[in-house]
């Protein structure tokens, strides 16, 4: 296929899925906009229930929002024109360049690949890009070697061909078998791709690199193809990595007294759960993902996350006893949050006519007066807001991002947010505030021990948190603490990103990527 523009093109391809593609991608990315290339990331197909809103109101993977990030540019849409959000175990709600385009399963997807109106789209976003950037970093899905969906990939080798661009390979030795990964990867690749790869990367090393050298040796003579590096394994990096979500980890840590403890339901179809990874940063918080209901004993606060099946997860949480945890918890003065799917479990009803989901009707946990229809039209757009439910003191305004499919009527409840710059009212139709560009979101209850909002992100804004949190700790007895605590937290995730990039830049030679992009020629 003929390289549709000018734009230089590195792929990073991985051996396997979580391999570690998104984050050496974020890197390279990071590195080459602080050498002065304009740089775009771009990644044909994702398969993910952790979505990010563009400006423009497009949804788009989180990973290539954290890339764009990396880029200094803001997220757009042609960087992940395909977002796969799997609503079942063979079917998945395809988004193309942002919007809905159909719900598909596997088979009917793979029907409409290469020579599709899906492929179009992934070359016309790609030519965009090349167009605009001097250089675009190029991710993979999955493997490099997945034989048996050679002819209907739109991901990996057909955009690699596209973009005319070389490829880094990354295998993960944490998972076990490098050489095996990597040498069968190769094997399996036709000769034209094998001549594509440039060099490998050795990713989640733990332990001495020293005595991997010989590794390091075979690998370079068995493929005659020079490894870049070994990357150490980094645990403790701020960022909002797509499907990094250490569940084990956390359990480790039992509730304290002397700390907030917050419990998050795992759900089958759980999205989204970045919108509380910076609540994890915070010092006085203690934070459990919980998959069953006696884990969250002791917590002051539990969450019911967002989720891409809303009737199918509020169905396991009852069949596996959640029920009456949420009861007992509420009863005992502890507060109850929903985000979007678990802001609509927290109301009596939500109905399904049009089949989006499981169809039909199905019964909330009754917590708020909320009714719930799910529609066709998708709602996606940034959003700022201003709380409703704290006081008036301890209401700092948010940013963050609708992503839903839900309609929601709040009865007589009082609404949690003011929306500022909303194009269309996620509650009940006609409820202004008097001003054409606001309307409300969310509930609360009287007590102000259970709300929900269709808001996802709210928890990354430090004030909002450090108030969310304060009013937590005086409930609890202990003494509020300072909002700068809160924007420390933000700051390290702020600075994370050149943090990975001062970690790949030490632990890899980027001879070859600078050589691909012209740098010395730029010097």
């Known amino acids: 296929m003929p390289h549709p523009a000018r734009a230089n093109a590195i792929a990073v391809l991985g051996t396997g899925s979580d391999v570690g593609k998104s984050m050496i991608t974020s890197g390279l990315c990071r590195l080459l906009r602080r050498a002065g290339f304009r740089v775009a990331p771009f990644k044909a197909q994702n398969m993910s229930l952790n979505s990010f809103v563009t400006p423009e109101g497009g949804e788009i993977g989180r990973a290539q929002a954290l890339q764009a990030e990396a880029c200094g540019i803001p997220p757009h849409v042609d960087m992940n024109p395909i977002l ?59 493997s490099a070697a997945e034989v048996n969906l050679r002819d209907r990939d739109l991901v990996n080798w057909p955009v690699v061909e596209m973009a005319d661009a070389q490829v880094v390979l990354v295998g993960d030795i944490d998972r076990g078998g490098v050489f095996a990964q990597i040498i069968g990867t190769l094997d399996l690749i036709a000769p034209e791709e094998r001549a594509r790869v440039c060099g490998i990367v050795i990713n989640k090393f733990r332990g001495d690199v020293a005595l991997f050298a010989d590794g390091i040796r075979f690998l370079t003579e068995r493929t005659g193809i020079p490894v870049l590096g070994v990357l150490p394994f980094l645990r403790d990096l701020a960022l909002d990595q797509e499907d ?77 006893g959640f029920e009456p945890l949420l009861q007992g918890h509420i009863q ?44 066709r039209d998708k709602i996606t757009e940034q959003v700022a807001a201003r709380p409703l439910h704290l006081s008036d003191q301890d209401a700092p305004p948010v940013q963050g991002y609708l992503i839903h499919m839900g309609r929601t009527n709040r009865h007589e409840h009082r609404p949690c947010f003011l929306l500022h710059d909303a194009k269309e009212v996620s509650e009940r139709p006609g409820e202004k505030t008097g001003q054409d560009d606001e309307c409300l979101d969310g509930a609360v ?27 937590l700790r005086t409930r609890k007895g202990l003494p509020a603490l300072d909002l700068t605590l809160s924007q420390l937290v933000n700051d390290k995730r702020r600075d994370a990103l050149d943090r990975w990039a001062d970690y790949v ?9 600078w050589d691909l992009v012209g740098k010395k020629g730029r010097a």
């Open 332 to 375: 005992r003065g502890g507060e109850l949050v929903g985000i979007c799917g678990g802001y609509q479990m927290l109301g009596r009803q939500i109905a399904d006519p049009d089949g989006l989901e499981s169809g039909g009707t199905g019964e909330g946990f009754g917590f708020l007066h909320l009714t719930t229809l799910l529609k």
């Open 244 to 320: 990094s979500l250490d569940v084990d980890l956390r359990r480790q840590i039992p509730f304290a007294a002397d700390r907030i403890n917050i419990a998050v339901l795992l759900v089958p179809h759980m999205s989204n759960f970045t919108d509380f990874n910076a609540l994890t940063e915070e010092s006085d918080v203690l934070l459990h993902y919980v998959a069953v209901p006696e884990e969250a004993a002791g917590a002051d606060v539990i969450l019911i996350p967002g989720t891409k099946a809303t009737l199918a997860d509020l169905g396991y949480l009852r069949e596996n």
């Open 84 to 142: 796969l959000k799997p609503e079942s175990n063979s079917r998945s709600q395809v988004i193309v360049q942002g919007r809905v385009f159909a719900t598909l399963d596997a088979q009917a997807y793979f029907a409409r690949t290469q020579d599709s109106d899906l492929f179009r789209a992934v070359r016309e976003s790609y030519a965009r890009l090349a167009s605009q950037y001097e250089v675009i970093v190029i991710e993979g899905a999955g």
């Open 505 to 513: 830049e030490q632990h890899l030679d980027l001879g070859l990527i």
């Open 445 to 471: 209850r009287d007590d102000g021990l259970v709300w929900g909002t269709y808001i996802h992100g709210l928890f990354d804004q430090p004030s909002f948190r450090r108030a969310w949190l304060n009013r």
